[in-house]
């Protein structure tokens, strides 16, 4: 049998500014809830199947990523204030202009090689994108509300400048299908200073979280210590002021409690068990026979 292939990849160890596994897990789940959203949000508004999924988190200087989107990619710019810096979005051309011809009616099965997107393009693919980075926005805001908003669209990758050169970025990479189009790749790469607060403020949520859980832990405890007050109760009856009036010290009432049927054990009032009377020693006493749960 065939072994599989495995992908080896190079790792500087003199590097410290790279995220741990678990920053990345967690920042890679916010992006599979925004993956959903946007497959929503663009089928509904192409009225067409389409699909966004999360393919991989990488660690890259923005040189290298961008050496690699240098030919035929549309570049959308957006910061997510008060997160720090400014963000990327990276869509291929062809795809783009799928996208414009789809919302302008069409099939969006053409050949767009060649072309770029006009003044008029990007218009209607304002509102799109904007959809898109507000749906980002609402995932990531469960570690930072933000407020995302669409800076700029770019055709060329040099004048996209989102890092310096040899800073560190993270890139999300999607699959990335429109309508019955071929499927191609889309990525979302987020400087290191805005995704240095995602983590700090993922690090301090679950701080939080942890001290409420404790909080909470030590609650319950202390609601079992509470004292309440247990009665059990007999069954009331019935009688008349003529009859109150001749009551005499020594006298005995009738309980009409019938052989066999439990008394109803109560705690603050509340029905909590049913119970038959025994002896403990030469003490009388109560046996429970059934919890009553509400």
Not at 9 to 37: C, K, N, P, W, Y
Not at 135 to 151: D, H, K
């Amino acid at each position: 049998m065939p072994q599989p292939t495995k992908t080896v990849r190079s790792h500087d160890f003199r590097r410290t500014d790279l995220l741990e596994r678990v920053s990345l897990q967690a920042i890679g789940g916010l992006l599979e809830t925004f993956a959903r959203a946007a497959t929503q949000h663009l089928t509904s508004t192409l009225r067409q199947q389409c699909a966004f999924t999360l393919d991989k988190l990488d660690q890259v200087t923005w040189r290298d990523l961008a050496d690699e989107l240098e030919n035929g990619i549309y570049f959308f710019t957006f910061s997510l204030s008060p997160l720090a810096g400014r963000a990327v979005l990276a869509i291929p051309i062809e795809e783009v202009l799928a996208i414009v011809d789809l919302r302008l009616a069409g099939a969006g099965d053409d050949d767009f090689s060649g072309r770029v997107p006009s003044e008029i393009d990007q218009a209607f693919l304002a509102p799109i994108v904007e959809g898109l980075i507000g749906e980002l926005g609402q995932a990531l805001a469960r570690i930072q509300a933000s407020s995302p908003r669409l800076e700029a669209q770019e055709g060329n990758v040099q004048f996209v400048s989102i890092a310096s050169p040899a800073e560190m970025c993270m890139a999300a990479r999607f699959s990335f299908t429109v309508a019955s189009r071929t499927p191609s790749h889309a990525v979302i790469c987020l400087p290191f200073p805005m995704v240095r607060m995602l983590v700090d403020g993922l690090a301090a949520r679950t701080s939080l979280e942890t001290r409420q859980e404790a909080m909470a832990e030590s609650t319950r405890h202390r609601l079992f210590e509470v004292p309440l007050d247990l009665v059990f109760q007999f069954p009331s009856f019935a009688t008349t002021p003529a009859e109150l009036l001749t009551l005499r010290v020594g006298d005995s009432l009738g309980l009409g409690h019938p052989k066999g049927r439990p008394l109803e054990v109560r705690a603050e009032g509340l029905l909590v068990a049913l119970a038959h009377i025994c002896s403990s020693g030469v003490h009388k006493a109560c046996e429970i026979t059934e919890e009553v749960t509400r």
